[in-house]
């Protein structure tokens, strides 16, 4: 079994370019969790999503930010217009229940911001 | 913020057993305690959790004192790939957010 799949692992983009990052969730799992982390630092939770909907987005900026799950493909983190304070690592976590602490966890996609 | 403390860091003999604490002294009744470990620049990896009952399982063993203010994350035989930052969780089943604190980094050594 393939385990939750992000992509890129690494991404670079200038100020007031577009980011955005893909996951794909772990087979069966129909959850899925964006969390970004600071260096040193513990992770933050941004958004959570089941298929085509948007359940909790309170840790997600207002401005600039988005994320979707569509029927069909993967789960899209879209950053517009980064700043520098963007720079960080993304995660992607799936779960096939809700009500679960038991988060299956991607490699995560690294955003730096020039 | 979260609702726990742990040591910024320990350190550990190859082999040895290792044991973090983690305090967690106004946890609710309805909350368990979730254990995840990050090893350097890779995601997060669910290790266990539990309410009041002491659990194991091939990974480790999590024990909570009687009032459920603290627990302890116990690897039995630690190795140099345990090295990692363990992050010690309280959450409430109804709530789907995981809670990040600083976590511990715990340096395993030969």
């Known amino acids: 079994n393939a385990g939750v799949m992000q992509n890129p692992r690494h991404l670079v983009r200038r100020r007031g370019q577009e980011a955005r990052l893909r996951c794909s969730p772990m087979?069966?799992?129909?959850?899925v969790y964006w969390y970004r982390q600071l260096p040193e630092e513990g992770l933050k939770f941004m958004v959570y999503?089941?298929?085509?909907?948007?359940?909790?987005e309170s840790g997600m900026p207002k401005e600039r930010f988005s994320a979707e799950f569509p029927k069909e493909g993967p789960s899209i983190l879209r950053i517009q217009q980064v700043v520098r304070g963007d720079s960080a690592a993304y995660f992607c976590a799936s779960s096939s229940r809700l009500n679960t602490g038991e988060l299956f966890f991607g490699e995560g996609s690294r955003l730096t911001v020039l | 913020d979260a609702k726990t403390t742990q040591p910024t860091s320990m350190d550990c003999a190859e082999g040895r057993a290792a044991n973090l604490p983690c305090n967690h002294s106004?946890?609710?009744?309805?909350?368990?305690v979730y254990w995840y470990r990050q090893i350097h620049s890779q995601g997060p990896q669910y290790i266990i959790h539990?309410?009041?009952?002491?659990e194991t399982n091939e990974m480790a063993s999590l024990i909570i004192t009687e009032d459920r203010k603290s627990s302890t994350l116990i690897l039995p035989h630690a190795t140099l790939r345990d090295t990692a930052v363990y992050y010690c969780i309280v959450r409430v089943d109804s709530n789907y957010q995981l809670i990040w604190g600083a976590g511990t980094k715990l340096i395993i050594k030969p």
């Open positions: 539990g309410l009041k009952n002491n």
């Open positions: 087979k069966g799992h129909s959850h």
């Open positions: 106004t946890i609710s009744g309805n909350e368990y």
């Open positions: 999503l089941q298929k085509e909907n948007i359940i909790d």
